[in-house]
């Protein structure tokens, strides 16, 4: 018997020197960087004691947040519903925009300047996280649910425009020519082969986007683009925290929900 | 019917995928393609109803030039072209019928396509030829709950639907069972027949083709060579087109009757009988 009896699989990174160098390099960044002054450029300035000063902060607020105070339900009733309602309009705008956005970034589907212009406005639009929109579109609308809408409708529009052009580029060509061959025009080859095709996974997408919106239209708000959020920026800065955790208890089981619906449906679309 | 004229196609790759090819159809026939894989048998039959532009040459159906029809013109003609896939391309999420009536597509506007209502003619048509293709009562199964036959005789009667004046079949059985390839093939050249549409089939299996076609054209480097009856291909002309190799075992008889055995003993006992 001459084969051998031990094998190893083989590693990520074949040279050992190289291995251990960079996980050796790694821990060490680590430590340089957490210990202030050290090293110049890499240490960033952190005060520690300050840490040590903020616990018994921490423990002072986490005392007077409970029990929380729902007393002032009326004003969260109102800031969910506003949160909820932002959501839903700005997914179902967000969905129909991203039509035909999602099909001017199919490469597959559409000439290539058409292309370029598609792909340039979904890269646009994703490089900002939502609260820098958000906070662009409250300097331009003033505070409000016009300016939390409106960034939620970019944001839709992108992510599911995004999702949609991948989809229709990862489609079988086969289908998309066997319409062609029919003489079928560009029109109806999207009717016949591209809309049956990508349908139940626009909706899961959307309604994932809904979920999603639900959760943003929370954060969007503490730039003052209205719903619950701005509530609960409100809150912190009078130091109402009772009140403050009553709104994240409240967000937490509007996030919850959210998506218990948005898992059950997409479980539905097969 | 068809006319084909020193076609040529290089990919911008400069893959010289057809190199001059001069193909001449002039009754309603089964022409088989044959070749090794990278002949230009695909590149073929897509550049007759120019889902692939040809570099060069000219492809006429029925006195029309189809290589130089605009956009516009270039659909029309395509409607007289019914086209047959390896993998079948029907659209998965939609019923049969919708796959059958997309036939139509050319002929219907966007609304009438858009909420499926086709005219009364084509509802009886695709009925009849559901019926005909051995899919009675599956109009309303989705296609992707069908078998590999199945969705060949969808495509068979998506194809048909087109009334084609030609019928253009990239390797129909490749994906399919040597049983169901040959009640395919069967199929296809029946209703070839029958409505006395000519086609084009590219096909791997020489056996299938010499069972089925009226006519043979080897392809081999982008160029015809061999163009003859079933009977006429001999060992020489096998390798002619695909290179040396003992092509005992592949030449058969011509039977058009589905009794021949399949198994190799059986063969090599046919072979010795006859």
């Known amino acids: ?270 | 019917m068809l006319s084909i004229a020193d076609l040529i196609k290089v990919y911008p790759t400069g893959t010289r995928a057809l190199n001059g090819v001069t193909l001449k159809i002039d009754q309603p026939q089964v022409v088989a393609i044959i070749g090794s894989s990278g002949a230009g048998k695909s590149t073929l039959i897509r550049c007759v109803n120019r889902l692939i532009e040809p570099t060069s040459g000219r492809v006429v159906l029925n006195e029309l030039d189809v290589t130089t029809l605009s956009r516009a013109d270039l659909r029309k003609a395509r409607r007289r072209m019914g086209m047959i896939f390896q993998e079948y391309n029907l659209v998965e999420r939609l019923t049969v019928m919708e796959n059958a009536l997309s036939g139509r597509l050319g002929y219907v506007n966007f609304w009438q396509a858009y909420r499926r209502r086709y005219p009364p003619a084509d509802i009886s048509t695709a009925f009849e030829l559901l019926d005909r293709v051995g899919l009675k009562g599956y109009q309303d199964t989705r296609a992707d709950a069908l078998s590999g036959g199945q969705r060949q005789r969808v495509g068979i009667a998506r194809a048909l639907m087109q009334h084609p004046d030609l019928l253009l079949v990239d390797e129909p059985t490749a994906s399919l069972d040597p049983k169901t390839s040959r009640q395919i093939m069967r199929l296809l050249c029946e209703l070839a027949h029958e409505r006395g549409t000519p086609a084009l089939v590219n096909i791997h299996d020489v056996g299938l083709a010499q069972s089925y076609a009226d006519r043979i054209v080897g392809l081999a480097g982008g160029q015809v060579a061999f163009d003859g009856t079933p009977s006429q291909l001999t060992h020489q002309v096998l390798t002619d087109i695909y290179g040396e190799e003992d092509w005992s075992k592949t030449i058969r008889k011509v039977d058009k009757d589905d009794k021949k055995p399949k198994d190799r003993d059986a063969l090599d006992r046919e072979s010795a009988a006859g």
């Open chain 1, 1 to 270: 018997m001459s084969t051998p009896t031990t094998w190893r699989p083989p590693k990520l990174i074949a040279n050992p020197f190289l291995r251990y160098g960079l996980i050796s390099f790694a821990v060490l960044y680590l430590i340089c960087s957490l210990v202030p002054n050290l090293v110049p450029y890499v240490s960033l300035d952190i005060d520690w004691a300050r840490a040590g000063r903020g616990l018994p902060r921490a423990a002072d607020m986490l005392k007077r947040m409970v029990p929380p105070d729902f007393s002032r339900w009326e004003l969260l009733q109102k800031g969910v519903f506003e949160s909820v309602r932002m959501a839903l309009a700005a997914s179902l705008l967000g969905m129909i925009l991203a039509i035909p956005l999602g099909l001017c970034a199919a490469r597959n589907l559409v000439p290539m300047p058409v292309y370029l212009v598609g792909r340039a406005m979904l890269a646009i639009t994703r490089t900002f996280h939502e609260v820098i929109i958000a906070i662009f579109f409250v300097k331009i609308f003033g505070f409000g649910p016009l300016a939390g809408v409106l960034t939620l409708v970019v944001a839709s529009m992108s992510f599911i425009g995004k999702m949609l052009a991948e989809d229709i580029e990862n489609m079988p060509p086969g289908q998309l020519e066997a319409i062609r061959a029919t003489g079928a025009s560009f029109p109806k080859m999207l009717l016949y082969a591209v809309q049956p095709q990508m349908l139940p996974r626009y909706l899961g997408v959307s309604i994932y986007r809904l979920d999603a919106n639900i959760r943003h239209s929370t954060v969007v708000g503490i730039v003052g683009a209205g719903g619950i959020g701005q509530v609960l920026a409100a809150s912190f800065s009078r130091y109402d925290y009772d009140f403050s955790l009553a709104i994240l208890l409240t967000i937490i089981t509007l996030v919850f929900l959210g998506e218990f619906f948005s898992n059950w449906v997409r479980g539905r679309l097969r």
